[in-house]
Protein backbone atom coordinates (compact mmCIF):
# COMPACT_ATOMS: atom_id res chain seq x y z
CA UNK A 1 0.00 0.00 0.00
CA UNK A 2 1.12 3.44 -1.34
CA UNK A 3 0.17 6.67 0.70
CA UNK A 4 -0.74 9.33 -1.73
CA UNK A 5 -1.09 13.02 -0.04
CA UNK A 6 -3.63 15.15 -2.33
CA UNK A 7 -3.97 18.99 -2.13
CA UNK A 8 -4.93 21.94 -4.06
CA UNK A 9 -8.90 21.67 -4.43
CA UNK A 10 -10.90 24.47 -3.41
CA UNK A 11 -14.04 26.77 -4.57
CA UNK A 12 -13.81 28.53 -7.46
CA UNK A 13 -15.89 30.62 -9.77
CA UNK A 14 -17.47 29.14 -13.20
CA UNK A 15 -14.42 29.77 -15.72
CA UNK A 16 -11.35 29.69 -13.31
CA UNK A 17 -8.59 27.20 -13.12
CA UNK A 18 -7.15 24.89 -10.25
CA UNK A 19 -4.12 22.37 -10.22
CA UNK A 20 -4.54 19.41 -8.02
CA UNK A 21 -1.41 17.79 -7.34
CA UNK A 22 -0.66 14.34 -6.02
CA UNK A 23 3.10 13.17 -4.26
CA UNK A 24 3.44 9.55 -4.02
CA UNK A 25 6.33 8.66 -0.61
CA UNK A 26 10.24 8.55 -1.02
CA UNK A 27 9.42 4.31 -0.89
CA UNK A 28 8.97 4.25 -4.12
CA UNK A 29 11.16 6.91 -5.61
CA UNK A 30 13.03 4.58 -7.88
CA UNK A 31 9.63 2.66 -8.86
CA UNK A 32 7.40 5.98 -9.55
CA UNK A 33 8.54 6.36 -13.24
CA UNK A 34 7.49 3.06 -13.88
CA UNK A 35 3.86 3.58 -12.17
CA UNK A 36 0.68 4.30 -14.48
CA UNK A 37 -0.77 7.62 -12.34
CA UNK A 38 -4.79 8.77 -12.80
CA UNK A 39 -7.44 11.49 -11.46
CA UNK A 40 -11.04 9.84 -10.91
CA UNK A 41 -13.67 12.05 -9.45
CA UNK A 42 -17.01 11.26 -7.40
CA UNK A 43 -19.88 13.58 -7.07
CA UNK A 44 -22.76 12.87 -4.72
CA UNK A 45 -25.20 10.20 -5.73
CA UNK A 46 -22.98 8.94 -8.44
CA UNK A 47 -19.85 6.79 -9.19
CA UNK A 48 -16.59 7.58 -9.30
CA UNK A 49 -15.51 8.01 -12.70
CA UNK A 50 -11.92 7.69 -14.64
CA UNK A 51 -11.08 11.71 -15.43
CA UNK A 52 -7.14 11.76 -16.78
CA UNK A 53 -4.64 8.90 -17.05
CA UNK A 54 -1.12 9.12 -17.69
CA UNK A 55 0.91 5.55 -18.44
CA UNK A 56 4.62 5.67 -17.56
CA UNK A 57 5.30 5.97 -21.04
CA UNK A 58 3.32 9.63 -20.28
CA UNK A 59 0.70 8.40 -23.09
CA UNK A 60 -2.20 10.36 -21.84
CA UNK A 61 -6.31 10.08 -22.08
CA UNK A 62 -9.08 11.94 -21.06
CA UNK A 63 -13.23 11.90 -20.42
CA UNK A 64 -14.76 13.40 -23.34
CA UNK A 65 -16.92 15.95 -20.69
CA UNK A 66 -12.84 17.29 -19.63
CA UNK A 67 -10.65 17.06 -22.93
CA UNK A 68 -9.49 20.16 -23.96
CA UNK A 69 -10.03 21.89 -20.42
CA UNK A 70 -7.93 19.38 -17.74
CA UNK A 71 -4.36 18.20 -18.68
CA UNK A 72 -2.44 15.95 -16.61
CA UNK A 73 0.96 15.60 -16.00
CA UNK A 74 3.66 14.33 -13.86
CA UNK A 75 7.29 14.91 -12.27
CA UNK A 76 9.23 11.50 -11.51
CA UNK A 77 11.53 13.12 -9.88
CA UNK A 78 9.43 14.99 -7.34
CA UNK A 79 7.48 11.57 -7.22
CA UNK A 80 4.32 13.63 -8.36
CA UNK A 81 1.41 13.80 -10.48
CA UNK A 82 -0.52 16.65 -11.61
CA UNK A 83 -4.23 17.87 -13.16
CA UNK A 84 -4.48 21.31 -14.28
CA UNK A 85 -7.88 22.33 -14.55
CA UNK A 86 -9.28 24.94 -16.60
CA UNK A 87 -12.92 26.61 -17.92
CA UNK A 88 -14.21 25.02 -15.04
CA UNK A 89 -17.52 24.14 -14.78
CA UNK A 90 -20.53 23.43 -12.17
CA UNK A 91 -20.73 20.06 -13.41
CA UNK A 92 -16.88 19.33 -12.51
CA UNK A 93 -17.74 19.90 -9.08
CA UNK A 94 -16.95 16.82 -7.02
CA UNK A 95 -14.73 14.63 -5.07
CA UNK A 96 -11.54 14.30 -6.91
CA UNK A 97 -8.86 11.26 -6.41
CA UNK A 98 -5.52 10.59 -7.54
CA UNK A 99 -4.87 6.83 -8.28
CA UNK A 100 -1.00 5.67 -8.71
CA UNK A 101 -0.82 1.75 -10.11
CA UNK A 102 2.88 0.10 -9.30
CA UNK A 103 4.78 -1.74 -11.39
CA UNK A 104 3.54 -4.73 -9.31
CA UNK A 105 0.26 -3.95 -10.13
CA UNK A 106 -0.93 -2.72 -7.08
CA UNK A 107 -3.75 0.29 -6.82
CA UNK A 108 -3.12 3.21 -5.02
CA UNK A 109 -5.54 5.85 -3.92
CA UNK A 110 -5.10 9.41 -2.30
CA UNK A 111 -7.51 10.74 0.40
CA UNK A 112 -9.78 13.01 -2.24
CA UNK A 113 -10.09 16.68 -2.45
CA UNK A 114 -13.24 18.59 -2.98
CA UNK A 115 -13.40 20.55 -5.86
CA UNK A 116 -16.82 22.92 -5.83
CA UNK A 117 -17.29 25.09 -8.41
CA UNK A 118 -20.17 28.01 -8.06
CA UNK A 119 -20.90 31.14 -8.28
CA UNK A 120 -21.31 31.71 -4.37
CA UNK A 121 -23.54 32.99 -2.60
CA UNK A 122 -23.69 36.97 -4.19
CA UNK A 123 -23.60 39.79 -2.65
CA UNK A 124 -26.37 42.30 -2.61
CA UNK A 125 -25.43 45.87 -3.39
CA UNK A 126 -27.82 48.77 -2.26
CA UNK A 127 -27.52 52.49 -3.55
CA UNK A 128 -29.54 54.73 -2.15
CA UNK A 129 -31.63 56.91 -3.68
Known amino acids: QVYLVESGGGVVQPGESLRLSCKAPRSILSTFSGSDVSWYRQAPGKQRDVVASMTKDKVTTYADSVKGRFTISRDNAKRTHYLQMSSLKPEDTAVYYC??????????WGQGTQVTVNWGQGTQVTVPS
Open 99 to 108: NLITIDGYQN
